[in-house]
T-cell receptor, first 117, second 113 residues
């Protein structure tokens, strides 16, 4: 089946530092990847849409200079949280859209828990 | 703009019984998909079932089935013979422009032994 991985699964960083989260589609090519943010007991909120080889499209209210997204290949997208602050602590989930097992749909990564101290 | 609403924040059901989770949505499109996702404590999103709007027949996947009412813009999920492993957050989702998913607020389902 289609597998999307995220690395790291859990990261703790100090306030003011930057942290990079990787999202990889392991057995299919993803022309589009999505980055979501989820607070405890809440729904997933889309942050941005990432298309391979082009600039990401950010949702309203998401700071593009703070959340840098790069989609360098058909299997890898990265989210960099720059100058992280405690309020950036959250669960970040990526998904990859492509054809796998004959189906064109969206496949989710396991998520990354970010804690900023 | 498309919206998705889940009005039941929490539900509980006894093991082996049936439970129905509600979802309503708003769209001006005529042809679309609808999804139910499960998020267990591991937080991995798992696709439970999908429904194509042009199909009148309700989708089923083993113990999971939907009641799709297109005119009413209602898309409920029925879980039969509930199992302890069904305990999770359940999200209704609608794909918007560009393939991005719009999620409902979620329903936290607890299956009690």
């Amino acid at each position: 089946g289609a597998v999307v991985s995220q690395h790291p699964s859990w990261v703790i960083c100090k306030s003011g530092t930057s942290v990079k989260i990787e999202c990889r589609s392991l057995d299919f090519q993803a022309t589009t990847m999505f980055w979501y943010r989820q607070f405890p007991k809440q729904s997933l909120m889309l942050m941005a849409t990432s298309n391979e080889g082009s600039k990401a499209t950010y949702e309203q209210g998401v700071e593009k200079d703070k959340f840098l997204i790069n989609h360098a290949s058909l299997t890898l997208s990265t989210l960099t949280v720059t100058s992280a602050h405690p309020e950036d602590s959250s669960f970040y989930i990526c998904s990859a859209r492509g054809v796998a097992d004959g189906l064109y749909e969206q496949y989710f990564g396991p998520g990354t828990r970010l804690t900023v101290t | 703009a498309q919206t998705v609403t889940q009005s039941q924040p929490e539900m509980s059901v006894q093991e082996a019984e049936t439970v129905t989770l509600s979802c309503t949505y708003d769209t001006s499109e005529s042809n679309y998909y609808l999804f139910w996702y499960k998020q267990p404590p591991s937080r991995q999103m798992i696709l439970v079932i999908r429904q194509e709007a042009y199909k009148q027949q309700n989708a089923t996947e083993n113990r999971f089935s939907v009641n799709f009412q297109k005119a009413a813009k209602s898309f409920s999920l029925k879980i039969s013979d509930s199992q302890l492993g069904d305990t999770a957050m359940y999200f209704c989702a609608f794909p918007a422009q560009g393939g991005k998913l719009i999620f409902g607020q979620g329903t936290e389902l607890s299956v009690k032994p």
